[in-house]
């Protein structure tokens, strides 16, 4: 059965957006993001706070977002309210929850809210996300040997792709390039400066192969969406985002012999699930928005969706199609890489922009089907969506 069979009432959609200012906000905490962009989302889809019978809220590595959301907002009798944590997928979750429960009839208006702000004034970027580690028993060993953080552990699955296969750095570069010829169209992206592939190769390694133009930004800021019914968001202000299709995978894998890791994700199981209840294929996809928070995460998400062979991500995006010149509209905001780092609500946000025609500059002309990915942890959780501005037939 599909996402939007049965009664047309419950079809679910997403009718409001709010995002608050991006980048390198400072003297807010994430809980004032948050109900920002909760607010936001409501005036965009012309609904007063009281009409929202259900939230759910996900804190980034800042933390700071807690059930006293309800209390700022003013909420009161919500039918639902939980914190969702699956990283960078957690987005895509949270409007899969929330999808379910307004068909259900269990709510009726869901707010899903991102905030984060890792981001000090005095503090650099990497700082940011390294300050909370701990480290305890036979993990001091991957401590001591630089297995700290994420850049390491995606360097890891990166380097091993391209052992694999052959892919290279300068083909990373142009998923980079790409993405930030999108964000130079995009008022709301953080860096817009025209980059070469020459430009990437010539950036300061991270952590091999990964270098600077590989790597997300790190942001302050909230993202919201609104979910509701298909009939309840015929009146409202926004034109209708439909939910078509969704899935979710978290493959567990582990660090040792005899798994997949770095060659196939969960990218594999999310995707043809989502496209499945959609009704639909790769070919099919007008735009595809993915998670990037590495060039590499793009590159193995299009191998495991299907829009090329495995092993042949790095020609495929190396070929001329991805950019506004392209044939594959591919991350058109610019991305986590060039925009603005909100976890999984970065690609779904521009995703229900191009699904509204309201993408300015940048808007893509064929918009009928937008696939949306997550992805959390060091490639252990994912999320996809399938959006749509018009219902299933």
Request: hydrophobic share 40%; charged share 15%.
């Amino acid at each position: 059965m599909n996402a939007t069979s049965g009664a047309g009432s419950r079809r679910p959609v997403i009718a409001g957006l709010g995002l608050t200012e991006m980048g390198k906000v400072y003297g807010r905490s994430p809980a004032e993001f948050a109900a920002d962009a909760v607010r936001r989302a409501a005036q965009d889809a012309g609904l007063r706070l009281s009409d929202i019978d259900g939230l759910l809220f996900s804190n980034g590595v800042g933390g700071g977002v807690g059930l006293t959301l309800q209390r700022e907002l003013g909420l009161r009798d919500l039918r639902m309210l939980s914190e969702v944590q699956a990283y960078g997928s957690t987005a895509g979750a949270m409007v899969q929850y929330a999808s379910m429960a307004v068909q259900s009839g269990m709510v009726d208006t869901v707010a899903c809210v991102f905030a984060d702000a890792p981001l000090r004034e005095k503090g650099s970027a990497g700082a940011a996300y390294s300050s909370g580690l701990k480290f305890t028993g036979w993990q001091l060993l991957d401590f001591a040997s630089g297995l700290a953080g994420a850049n390491p552990m995606y360097a890891l699955a990166a380097r091993r792709h391209m052992d694999t296969y052959g892919t290279t750095s300068e083909q990373f570069a142009h998923i980079a390039v790409a993405q930030r010829a999108w964000a130079a169209k995009n008022p709301l992206a953080q860096m817009r400066e025209p980059i070469t592939v020459e430009d990437h190769q010539n950036s300061r390694m991270i952590s091999d192969p990964f270098r600077l133009l590989d790597c997300c930004l790190v942001s302050n800021g909230g993202a919201a969406v609104i979910v509701t019914s298909a009939d309840r968001a015929a009146d409202l202000r926004q034109p209708a985002v439909h939910v078509l299709g969704w899935g979710q995978a978290h493959p567990g894998y582990e660090m040792g012999r005899g798994n997949d890791f770095g060659l196939v994700s969960g990218a594999a199981t999310a995707g043809p699930a989502a496209m499945k209840m959609a009704g639909v294929g790769p070919a099919d996809i007008d735009i595809a928005e993915i998670y990037d928070c590495y060039t590499y995460t793009v590159l193995i998400t299009l191998e495991d969706y299907g829009f090329c062979a495995k092993g042949e991500g790095g020609a495929f995006v190396s070929s001329g199609v991805l950019g506004p010149e392209g044939s594959f509209p591919l991350n058109t905001g610019g991305g986590e890489l060039s925009s603005y780092y909100m976890w999984g609500m970065t690609p779904l946000s521009e995703a229900v922009i191009q699904a509204r025609g309201q993408g300015g500059e940048r808007q893509v002309a064929r918009h009928d089907l937008v696939l949306v990915s997550g992805n959390g942890g060091v490639l252990d959780h994912h999320s996809t969506l399938v959006l749509s501005p018009h219902p299933h037939s």
